[in-house]
């Protein structure tokens, strides 16, 4: 196995990236985009480093990333928006392309699922989402909605509350944007969906609605105790196995 580090840069600034080989060619890729803010290439506690583990024994290759303004990234909190971190995915989406002639599998955790929804791609062999936040105002981050923050914002051009900064455009985006296309996934995509009721930051409920939608094969991991990334290492375990259940079948 090979880990190379590396950076590239998007419209928005220099990124830092990672990708893990597995010995041979890769016979498909994932390609992985973090939740925020304040996520990193790592995701959820480490579940994308656990996934390019998993998916070197499969001879998969993966590729991580952080969005601008997360991680060692350039920019921070304050620059993050969902308009930017779309055109980091469309950048990071060539950068791979250009990488690797293999199918792509895009994985994406919570808010890097409100990413992916936005700009289903046709050429995505199949989606894995995680505790995804298809609709990312109806979130922990919702609080961050109301009046008193959004004038605070509109005047200082974010809002901190601890180790957590909004920015005002993210603010007016999940004031304004338009989340309900997010649900219909896209027309004859594989999707592997995991999400746990005893998530607190992004409802349950978002992963039931967009199954309604899907019309390729699908693969639900419900699981009736695991919080929000599954951090639990038994609950943990029980995901990757799941997961390496699903890529052995898929790619």
Known sequence: MTVESFRTTSPNGSLEARVTMTEG?????????H???GGDLTGNSGIFDDLADLAKNLTCATVQFSFFGSGESDGDQKDISIEKHLEDYAHMVGETRAR???PIHVVGESAGCTIASRAWLDFAASYIMLWPAFDLSDSDLREYLSEDHYEQARRDGF???GSLTMSFDLIEELRT???EGAFRLPSRKDFFIAHGKADVEVPYAQSLRALQYATGRVQFFGHPFADHGFKDPEHRADLLLQMKAWLTLTV
């Open 177 to 179: 944007l338009d989340f």
């Open 25 to 33: 060619d890769p016979k498909a890729v994932l390609l992985c985009l």
């Open 100 to 102: 690797f002639n293999c």
């Open 35 to 37: 939740g925020g803010p």
């Open 159 to 161: 809002v901190k509350d």
